[in-house]
């Protein structure tokens, strides 16, 4: 028996020739996009098709041959998705990438370092390092670089998405504050366990308690003042209603950045009763702990250098692609506790106490194979410096204030929150509507449905305080005066439409 040939079906596949024939097509193209993006042309910022209907344009048999049109394929799927680089995006909180994080976001895929240990990963998991360790000390963390475990100092891992991030801190939070091993007992191991939040709390925080087998009494829910924020004065309140339905209080989740409105839970006063209490306190900034890059707005976060874990996207107001997010501790050893098990095939030690095979970062991630997400942060922190981060957050932030000014200041628009970030909420009331709750509410999503249609903006609809809103978050730093009164202008025109029909 002698070995077969290389088929000619991966032979072509992995021809270094096509790839790089195939790639400068691809990038021409894809700077044209961008290019027509930014250049504010006239197709649909998000070209609507009915849901049902896109199925047929993306059929799920595939042929024994290709066409060997890679290109092509992607072209297709580039001209039907969603455009975050269009200035008429006003969309969800997910930024319009930098095309320079994008182009490392390509090495990341090619080179595919799985980074679970070390040895997979001995460029990615140092700049892993030097990446959370630069986010820590933006936080106001004891500064790192003792990740040999001289020293307690700040440490975190690199993971995809907040929601994950959020969970990981969660289990950290049960490991060091239940009061037992629920990692070795289980979850019935001591007395039934809750966290504090407000209503406003991202819904992850929700399902990472109903992950931890927590149910319905698992979130006790702290009352907000008229910002949506966090009363710190009601965080008694809620731990006796807690106790009183059976649950141990054993941390206090805090947004910074909600959802929502984007309100900023004051950390501050927050941290004053966690320490009192004993309770751990998490932040939750996958959208607003970048905020900390910005001396003008870092105030918002007074305090987060108390909190036990942080959570940070920089696929939000970093402007990264997704998913990149910063998951840290304020004390390096809890790092090593969401995921207290031993995995001796990956691990010569087991579980690591600080100096422990801290180099091999699949010990304090729910991932084992995990993209090489440092490699596209450190690089953009690298090539283009902090300031350019800098500039982002606070070019975002001005947009927020500037739609609200504008909102406020139109007599057909009213705000229904103060912006504290990029994020606005406001409701149409034009002269002549609908007067009562119910059916503004209800013109709110028609007006929004229309204009998500006709495909000229993006915006959103979100229930407040029992209401619904429109909902912008400003993420596109290339927004101009134009694209926010035009906005409000597209609005009223759809609005027009819906009266009519
Ligand atoms: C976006 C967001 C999340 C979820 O993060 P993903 O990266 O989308 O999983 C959690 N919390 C807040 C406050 C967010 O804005």
């Known amino acids: 028996m002698t070995l077969p ?10 021809d270094p020739e096509r790839f790089r024939a195939d790639g400068h097509r691809l990038v021409d193209l894809l700077a044209e996009r961008l290019a027509a993006a930014t250049g504010r042309d006239e197709a649909p910022v998000l070209p609507w098709v009915d849901p049902a209907a896109s199925l047929a344009d993306w059929p799920g048999d595939f042929a024994e041959d290709g066409d060997g049109d890679l290109v092509g394929v992607l072209e297709r799927a580039a001209a039907g998705s969603i455009r975050l680089h269009h200035p008429r995006y006003l969309g969800h909180q997910v930024p319009p990438p930098l095309p320079g994080a994008a182009l490392a976001d390509l090495v990341a895929a090619l080179l595919n370092n799985g980074m679970a240990v070390y040895e997979m990963g001995p460029t990615a998991t140092p700049m892993e390092l030097a990446v959370v360790g630069w ?33 990981t801190a969660l289990l950290a939070a049960r490991q060091a504050r239940a009061g037992f091993d629920a990692w070795t007992d289980g979850d019935h191991g001591g007395p039934p366990l809750a966290v504090l939040c407000t209503a406003q709390a991202h819904y992850s925080v929700s399902r990472a308690i109903r992950v931890m087998g927590w149910g319905d009494g698992g979130a006790a829910v702290v009352e907000v003042d008229d910002r949506w924020r966090m009363r710190p004065d009601a965080i008694a ?11 141990r209080v054993i941390a206090v989740i805090a947004s910074a950045g909600s959802t929502g409105t984007g309100a900023f839970d004051p950390l501050d006063a927050i941290a004053d009763v966690c320490a009192e209490r ?5 932040v939750d900034g996958a959208h607003g702990a970048s905020a900390a890059l910005s001396p003008r707005h870092r105030h918002l976060l007074a305090g987060i250098e108390r909190a036990d ?10 402007a990264m692609p997704a998913l990149i997010t910063a998951v840290i ?16 095939y990956l691990y010569a030690s087991g579980r690591g106490e600080g100096g422990a095979e801290w180099f091999n970062l699949g010990l304090r991630t729910l991932e084992c194979t995990k993209r090489m997400m440092s490699i596209i942060v450190y690089a953009a922190l690298e090539a283009y410096g902090t300031r350019l981060f800098r500039d982002y957050v606070e070019r975002c932030f001005e947009l927020g204030a500037e739609l609200a000014r504008r909102i406020d200041a ?44 006709r495909g000229r903006y993006y915006v959103l609809q979100t229930r407040l305080g029992g209401r619904t809103v429109l909902r912008a978050a400003l993420m596109n730093p290339l927004i101009e005066e134009i ?19």
């Open 5 to 14: 040939p290389v088929p000619a079906s991966l032979r072509a596949a992995y």
């Open 135 to 167: 986010m820590a000390r933006q936080l106001g963390f004891p500064s790192s670089g003792s990740e040999d475990g001289s020293g307690v100092s700040a440490a975190g891992v690199l993971t995809s998405g907040g929601s994950l991030g959020n969970l």
């Open 237 to 247: 309140g809620a731990i006796a209603r807690a106790e009183a339905a059976g649950r």
């Open 278 to 282: 004993g309770l751990w306190l998490h």
């Open 309 to 318: 874990s942080v959570t940070w996207d920089a696929h939000k107001l970093m």
């Open 329 to 344: 501790f304020r004390d390096a050893r809890r790092s090593y506790e969401p995921f207290a098990q031993e995995a001796s």
């Open 410 to 453: 139109a007599p057909d628009f009213e705000l229904a929150a103060s912006p504290q970030c990029n994020i606005v909420c406001w409701r149409w009331r034009p002269a002549g509507g609908p007067a009562d709750d119910a059916g503004l509410d209800a013109l709110q999503a028609a007006v929004r449905r229309r204009v998500i249609e």
């Open 483 to 501: 694209d926010l009164d035009g906005l409000l202008d597209e609005i009223r025109t759809c609005g027009a439409a819906e009266f009519r029909s």
